[in-house]
């Protein structure tokens, strides 16, 4: 038994029945990197982060990462994996000799601690992140010195947006 070729016009016809009521909408954010410099939040001087998707629900960020500085940005750990994509520039982890270029995927697997390093010759680098769970922050030897997770980031982004006029609840928009 085989189900019946669709129609080429039911092809370009959108689905006919209503999705789950339950499921959040969907995020469509453009441009990705913003023109407004307020809607990059900082984080550390001369680093910044552009939100993209904050879901709550599920524990998990994905956000632009900008650094204008060379140098050791952070030594962290992550429990759980976390992919990136450089959109431009370049960076790498002292512990590895790899570098991740504009244009590299980067798959960090649970349990690694690493140290982001931007090299001199970076004016700029921009990397997508999806990150799930909390990034803790050490020292070499591995003592804790503090850590982020989706509400850390929630918290930053809605006081930023306060203080830059956007309003606390322009971050709702990220939210899910």
């Not at 999806?130 to 503090?146: A, L, N, R, S």
Request: hydrophobic share 35%; charged share 20%.
């Amino acid at each position: 038994m085989s189900a019946a070729m669709p129609a080429a016009s039911d092809k370009l016809m959108p689905y006919q029945y209503p999705n789950p009521k339950e499921a959040p909408l969907e995020i469509v954010v453009n441009p990705a990197i913003p023109e407004d410099e307020r809607i990059w939040v900082p984080q550390a001087e001369n680093v910044w982060f552009r939100p993209l998707c904050l879901n709550v629900s599920q524990g998990y960020w994905t956000n632009l990462l900008r650094v204008r500085k060379s140098g050791v940005l952070s030594r962290h750990r992550h429990p759980a994996p976390v992919h990136g994509m450089v959109l431009k520039g370049k960076w790498r982890y002292l512990e590895h000799n790899w570098i991740a270029e504009q244009g590299s995927y980067v798959f960090e697997p649970p349990g690694e601690t690493h140290t982001l390093y931007v090299p001199e010759d970076v004016e700029e680098m921009i990397t997508y992140f999806h990150i799930t769970g909390v990034m803790f922050y050490c020292d070499p030897w591995g003592k804790f010195e503090g850590y982020e997770d989706v509400y850390t980031k929630l918290d930053m982004c809605r006081k930023h947006y306060e203080a830059v006029g956007l309003g606390g609840d322009y971050v709702n928009q990220f939210v899910r």
